[in-house]
Every structure is written in structure tokens, then in C-alpha cells.
């Protein structure tokens, strides 16, 4: 499985973005994916999950509310859409897959994309 984030950018405080994870391959329907991030002279974290059918969810603390994880399986899509984004959210978003864990855990995900760059401005 091969992933692609695309649609961060840079977007003010309290504004919305949209974030996209393309996968190729047959095969993204039977992965759980997530989103990790990591800001700035900061370690990677773990933001949000969904499982492999989209019917379960598990997201950070640091995002519930505000973030909406969604996954199209016919479209080989998942999408991240952030809602009164904060400049703590400032970081660069990586999408992730893995066959067996759900939540994610950064250390067994079998694979990354290449990361976009959500900036938000005070």
C-alpha cells in the first residue's frame, strides 16, 4: 500500500481544513488507518484512527470535537476534516496504515505516507 496526504496549507486560527490520504492497491479496505503529526521540535504523536470499516473511531484528547476522521473504501480515500484549528495544531500530518492495530501505535504501523504541513496562523 503506497499512501498520499494531500490539503494542508495555511489556514487561520478558529478556520477548517480538509486532509486527504490516497492509498493505492486493492487492499486499503482491509487496513486500519490514522493520522500522526508532528509539530516543530516535537516528537510524533498520535492524533486519531478509524478501523478498516470506518465503524470505529478513536481520537486524541487534543483533537475530540474539533476533528473528524472518515474513510471511503471505494475511493481508496481517507480524509481528516479540522475543524477551529488552533496553533498547537501546527505540525506536519501523516497518514498511516496498518493491518492488525486499532488505535494506530506509531511503532507497528506497516505503512507512512509522506506527510503535509498544516500551519495555523495567531
Known amino acids: 500500500v503506497q499512501l498520499q496526504a494531500s490539503g494542508g496549507g495555511l489556514v487561520q486560527v478558529g478556520g477548517s481544513l480538509r486532509l486527504s490520504c490516497a492509498a493505492s492497491?486493492?487492499?486499503?479496505?482491509?487496513?486500519?488507518m490514522g493520522w500522526f503529526r508532528q509539530a516543530p521540535g516535537k516528537e510524533r504523536e498520535f492524533v486519531v484512527a478509524?478501523?478498516?470499516?470506518?465503524?470505529?473511531?478513536y481520537y486524541a484528547d487534543s483533537v475530540k470535537g474539533r476533528f473528524t476522521i472518515a474513510r471511503d473504501n471505494a475511493k481508496n480515500t481517507m480524509y481528516l476534516q479540522m475543524n477551529s484549528l488552533k496553533p498547537e495544531d501546527t505540525a506536519v500530518y501523516y497518514c498511516a496504515a496498518d493491518l492488525e492495530t486499532m488505535p494506530l501505535g506509531q511503532n507497528a504501523v506497516d505503512y507512512w505516507g509522506q506527510g503535509t504541513l498544516v500551519t495555523v496562523s495567531s
Open positions: 492497491g486493492r487492499t486499503f479496505s482491509r487496513y486500519h
Open positions: 478509524v478501523n478498516w470499516s470506518g465503524g470505529r473511531t
